[in-house]
């Protein structure tokens, strides 16, 4: 057995205790002024998280309204591009066509209880579903000058669903008819 012992060797095995009495017991501390800092942090944060959710869903709002009314501008826009490209032809004016609003309240005079937001809802309730169609049956035959992509846009559907509601109401016809 050696006795003598290497210096280099007592160095080394000394930082090696050093190091694992580092990392096996830490000497973290932790004030109490400190956690109660990252408490009254975390609190804060989740208010501003409250306050721009609220602010999210308020924009969210406006942006559908504003989506409609864009939508039924576009519409009145191209009316008159095309009312103005009739009368360079034939120098008549043609007659002004009614606003979306106006044929879907006359299809919802005939459901009381259903308004313009349940038409634009999510819910397919029986309920709900046939004056949604019949309003988008009416608009799309009132208002020729409207695609079905701009119908879609004005009832926030794809313009499959209006297609599908415009042919099940020809059919419906057809079968009364024959």
């Known amino acids: 057995m050696n006795l003598h012992l290497n210096p280099e060797a007592t160095r080394q095995h000394e930082e090696h205790r050093a190091v694992r ?8 501390t932790v004030k ?10 975390v609190a804060l944060l989740q208010a501003k998280i409250k306050g721009l959710t609220a602010a999210l869903h ?3 709002s406006r942006v559908r309204h504003l989506e409609l009314d864009i ?8 009316s008159l591009a095309d009312q103005v490209s009739k009368l360079d032809q034939s120098r008549l ?4 066509k009614r606003p979306v609003t106006l044929i879907v309240a006359d299809v919802l ?10 038409i634009i ?4 309730t029986r309920d709900l579903v046939k004056p949604r169609q019949l309003c988008m049956v009416a608009v799309y035959e009132e208002r020729k000058d409207l695609s079905l992509p701009m119908i ?5 559907r794809d313009h499959t669903t209006i297609l599908h509601s415009v042919d099940k109401f020809k059919a419906r016809r057809n079968e009364v008819q024959e």
């Open 152 to 156: 879609g846009k004005i009832f926030r």
């Open 21 to 28: 009495d580092r990392i096996l017991n830490p000497k973290v």
């Open 58 to 60: 308020a924009s969210e």
């Open 71 to 78: 939508a039924d501008r576009d519409a009145r826009i191209i």
């Open 109 to 118: 005079k005939d459901f009381p209880g259903v308004t313009w937001d349940d």
């Open 121 to 124: 809802g999510v819910r397919r």
């Open 93 to 96: 004016t043609p007659p002004p």
């Open 32 to 41: 109490r002024a400190d956690v109660e800092r990252g408490r009254n942090e």
